[in-house]
Nanobody
Framework: QLQLVESGGGLVQPGGSLRLSCAVS????????MGWFRQGPGNEREFVAA????????DYADSVKGRFTISRDNAKNTVYLQMNSLKPEDTAVYYC???????????????????WGQGTQVTVSS
Protein backbone atom coordinates (compact mmCIF):
# COMPACT_ATOMS: atom_id res chain seq x y z
CA GLN A 1 0.00 0.00 0.00
CA LEU A 2 1.34 3.41 -0.98
CA GLN A 3 0.41 6.89 0.19
CA LEU A 4 0.81 9.89 -2.09
CA VAL A 5 0.74 13.49 -0.91
CA GLU A 6 0.82 16.42 -3.32
CA SER A 7 1.95 19.92 -2.42
CA GLY A 8 2.93 23.16 -4.11
CA GLY A 9 -0.37 24.31 -5.54
CA GLY A 10 -1.65 27.85 -5.24
CA LEU A 11 -2.74 30.99 -7.03
CA VAL A 12 -0.49 32.31 -9.79
CA GLN A 13 -0.84 34.93 -12.50
CA PRO A 14 -0.88 33.96 -16.18
CA GLY A 15 2.66 33.43 -17.40
CA GLY A 16 3.84 32.45 -13.95
CA SER A 17 5.33 29.24 -12.65
CA LEU A 18 4.67 26.66 -9.95
CA ARG A 19 6.36 23.44 -8.94
CA LEU A 20 4.23 20.63 -7.62
CA SER A 21 5.67 17.85 -5.50
CA CYS A 22 4.33 14.37 -4.83
CA ALA A 23 5.79 12.50 -1.88
CA VAL A 24 5.40 8.73 -2.00
CA SER A 25 5.48 6.65 1.16
CA UNK A 26 4.62 3.10 2.16
CA UNK A 27 5.91 -0.36 1.44
CA UNK A 28 7.37 -0.74 -2.03
CA UNK A 29 10.19 -2.84 -3.40
CA UNK A 30 10.84 -0.51 -6.30
CA UNK A 31 9.98 3.02 -7.31
CA UNK A 32 6.65 3.03 -9.14
CA UNK A 33 5.81 4.42 -12.54
CA MET A 34 4.26 7.83 -11.83
CA GLY A 35 1.86 10.23 -13.46
CA TRP A 36 0.27 13.63 -13.04
CA PHE A 37 -3.35 14.24 -13.92
CA ARG A 38 -5.67 17.20 -13.51
CA GLN A 39 -9.37 17.91 -13.27
CA GLY A 40 -10.71 21.35 -14.07
CA PRO A 41 -14.15 22.70 -13.17
CA GLY A 42 -16.81 20.69 -14.97
CA ASN A 43 -14.22 18.55 -16.73
CA GLU A 44 -13.16 14.94 -16.53
CA ARG A 45 -9.79 14.05 -15.08
CA GLU A 46 -7.14 14.18 -17.79
CA PHE A 47 -3.57 13.07 -18.32
CA VAL A 48 -0.84 15.69 -17.91
CA ALA A 49 2.53 13.92 -17.68
CA ALA A 50 4.04 10.57 -16.80
CA UNK A 51 7.43 9.11 -15.96
CA UNK A 52 8.62 5.53 -15.97
CA UNK A 53 10.11 4.27 -12.70
CA UNK A 54 13.66 5.03 -13.86
CA UNK A 55 12.75 8.44 -15.25
CA UNK A 56 14.20 7.47 -18.65
CA UNK A 57 10.83 7.43 -20.38
CA UNK A 58 8.55 10.46 -20.17
CA ASP A 59 5.39 11.60 -21.92
CA TYR A 60 3.25 14.74 -21.86
CA ALA A 61 -0.18 15.81 -22.95
CA ASP A 62 -0.01 18.00 -26.05
CA SER A 63 -1.54 20.88 -24.12
CA VAL A 64 1.44 21.11 -21.74
CA LYS A 65 4.38 20.11 -23.96
CA GLY A 66 7.14 22.68 -23.82
CA ARG A 67 5.71 24.26 -20.66
CA PHE A 68 5.60 21.47 -18.06
CA THR A 69 8.41 19.17 -16.95
CA ILE A 70 8.04 15.99 -14.92
CA SER A 71 11.02 14.79 -12.93
CA ARG A 72 11.70 12.49 -10.03
CA ASP A 73 14.15 11.89 -7.23
CA ASN A 74 13.85 8.22 -6.35
CA ALA A 75 16.21 8.60 -3.40
CA LYS A 76 13.66 11.00 -1.89
CA ASN A 77 10.62 9.09 -3.18
CA THR A 78 9.35 12.31 -4.71
CA VAL A 79 8.04 13.26 -8.14
CA TYR A 80 7.83 16.84 -9.35
CA LEU A 81 5.88 18.76 -11.94
CA GLN A 82 7.47 22.05 -12.95
CA MET A 83 4.85 24.22 -14.60
CA ASN A 84 5.94 27.30 -16.55
CA SER A 85 4.08 29.79 -18.73
CA LEU A 86 0.87 28.95 -16.94
CA LYS A 87 -2.44 29.77 -18.60
CA PRO A 88 -5.93 30.23 -17.12
CA GLU A 89 -6.94 26.95 -18.74
CA ASP A 90 -4.36 25.16 -16.58
CA THR A 91 -6.58 25.88 -13.58
CA ALA A 92 -7.48 22.54 -12.03
CA VAL A 93 -6.93 20.18 -9.15
CA TYR A 94 -3.72 18.32 -9.88
CA TYR A 95 -3.30 14.71 -8.79
CA CYS A 96 -0.30 12.43 -8.77
CA UNK A 97 -0.71 8.70 -9.23
CA UNK A 98 1.42 5.57 -8.88
CA UNK A 99 1.37 2.38 -10.95
CA UNK A 100 2.51 -0.92 -9.44
CA UNK A 101 3.43 -2.45 -12.79
CA UNK A 102 6.97 -3.88 -12.44
CA UNK A 103 7.82 -2.86 -15.98
CA UNK A 104 9.67 0.41 -16.53
CA UNK A 105 7.00 2.08 -18.66
CA UNK A 106 5.10 5.30 -19.18
CA UNK A 107 1.44 4.98 -18.22
CA UNK A 108 -1.02 7.54 -19.57
CA UNK A 109 -4.32 5.80 -18.85
CA UNK A 110 -6.13 6.76 -15.66
CA UNK A 111 -7.51 3.28 -15.03
CA UNK A 112 -4.03 1.78 -15.01
CA UNK A 113 -3.00 3.61 -11.86
CA UNK A 114 -3.36 1.95 -8.49
CA UNK A 115 -2.77 4.78 -6.02
CA TRP A 116 -3.78 8.44 -6.02
CA GLY A 117 -3.04 11.49 -3.94
CA GLN A 118 -5.68 13.82 -2.58
CA GLY A 119 -4.91 16.56 -5.11
CA THR A 120 -3.64 20.12 -4.92
CA GLN A 121 -5.44 23.15 -6.36
CA VAL A 122 -3.74 25.25 -9.02
CA THR A 123 -5.47 28.49 -9.98
CA VAL A 124 -4.14 30.67 -12.79
CA SER A 125 -5.78 34.07 -12.72
CA SER A 126 -4.95 37.75 -12.82
Amino acid sequence: QLQLVESGGGLVQPGGSLRLSCAVSGRTFRSPNMGWFRQGPGNEREFVAASSRSGDNIDYADSVKGRFTISRDNAKNTVYLQMNSLKPEDTAVYYCAADRNPRNIVVVTISRYDYWGQGTQVTVSS
